[in-house]
């Protein structure tokens, strides 16, 4: 995970000042009913002395972390899948519970940490996860719930599905990327579009994208959303438009991946990250025979990209930052 620099100051008690900080994450293990359980939790460093100092925010940050971490290990569902629910089918939590049959305030209780049975909790799961599940039950249970509240649900089902009728895989994560924190151009989409595909490879074992990327000459493309957006040319992509809860639409491990590729990858512009493909063996080999500035639209190769990257990973670990970073700095770009 990236390391990030505090944006206020605080109290060190071993410089007896106050500080910017640095915050990071190390291994621990917590017992939670007999069982251990290892997670990453933050802590922050001064950045004056080096020692552990207090941030507000971060105890409740970790324990939030852990508690998804043991729920999803028991697959219960999270206290985000809950807002996440709510957010889908634009429901509030009383008409959620009581379409679902709970009592009116369990919703509630849930979202302030209670942890749901097990049977409600594989229905909420089942809702989170399938659309035609939560229309039946929205038609089943109207009359549990306002008219009006039943048409919200419905209209966000109906118009969720208008939506991804002619979206592919590589479009809706070129929207996750475009509407992420990062500021992105076409070029910078394309070669983090490629990072997602590599680490698709690494982390989850699987294409993600489900499209093959050609050698152009400013490194790897995907020539579907190169036409999409080369409107925008060098500026950054807008995205005040792209209004859209992703939960539904990538798994969580998807997600995860993703941001994973833009904490380490999207902290730089187009022409680093293009420097960076310039380096790496699969755009070579996909160009073999041709000058730099050669136009061409050999494809780069799946079996490539594994063999390479796998071989990185292996040397450089690029499951860590670390590993990442090393690898990074063997490119000789920056």
């Known amino acids: 995970m990236a390391e990030r620099s505090g944006q206020q100051q605080v109290l060190c008690w071993n410089c007896r000042t106050r500080t910017e900080y640095t915050i990071k994450r190390r291994k621990s293990v917590r017992v939670i009913k007999g069982t251990e359980y290892t997670c990453n939790e933050q802590y922050a460093v001064c950045n004056t002395c080096g020692e552990e100092v207090m941030v507000p925010g971060l105890s409740d940050a970790n324990e939030h972390d852990l508690d998804n971490l043991y729920r999803r290990n028991n697959g219960l569902i999270t206290i985000d899948d809950i807002y996440t629910i709510l957010k889908k089918y634009n429901i509030e939590k009383r008409p959620l519970s009581n379409l679902l049959g ?7 209780r849930y979202l302030d940490g209670q942890l749901p049975s097990r049977r409600y909790s594989d229905l909420l799961l089942m809702v989170l996860n399938d659309d035609n599940a939560m229309r039946e039950i929205l038609y089943k249970n109207k009359c549990n719930i306002t008219e009006k509240a039943f048409h ?13 009728d002619d979206k592919t895989k590589i479009e809706l994560i070129s929207m996750y990327v475009i509407k992420s924190s990062y500021e992105v151009t076409n070029l910078s989409l394309q070669k983090l579009l490629y990072y997602i595909k590599v680490f698709g490879f690494i982390l989850l074992k699987k294409d993600v994208l489900n499209e093959s990327c050609e050698a152009w000459v400013h490194g790897p493309v995907f020539p579907t959303v190169y036409e999409k957006y080369k409107k ?21 491990e998807e997600m995860s991946m993703i941001d994973y590729v833009l904490k380490n990858f999207g ?6 990250l293009r420097e960076f ?29 594994q063999n390479y990257f796998y071989l990185m990973d292996k ?3 690029l499951h860590e930052k670390n590993g990442i970073d090393q690898y990074i700095k063997s490119l000789n770009v920056i």
């Open 102 to 108: 709970f009592g009116e305030l369990t919703i509630t």
């Open 152 to 164: 919200k649900s419905m209209k966000a089902i109906i118009e969720r599905e208008h939506f991804l």
């Open 232 to 252: 925008s040319g060098r500026e950054v992509i807008s995205n005040e438009e792209l209004d859209i809860c992703f939960e539904n639409l990538l798994s969580s």
């Open 267 to 272: 902290i730089y512009n187009g022409s680093i």
């Open 277 to 305: 493909t310039h380096k790496e063996q699969p755009w070579k080999n996909a160009r073999h025979g041709l000058n730099e500035a050669d136009r061409c639209r050999n494809i780069i190769h799946d079996e490539d990209i």
């Open 315 to 317: 040397k450089y670990g």
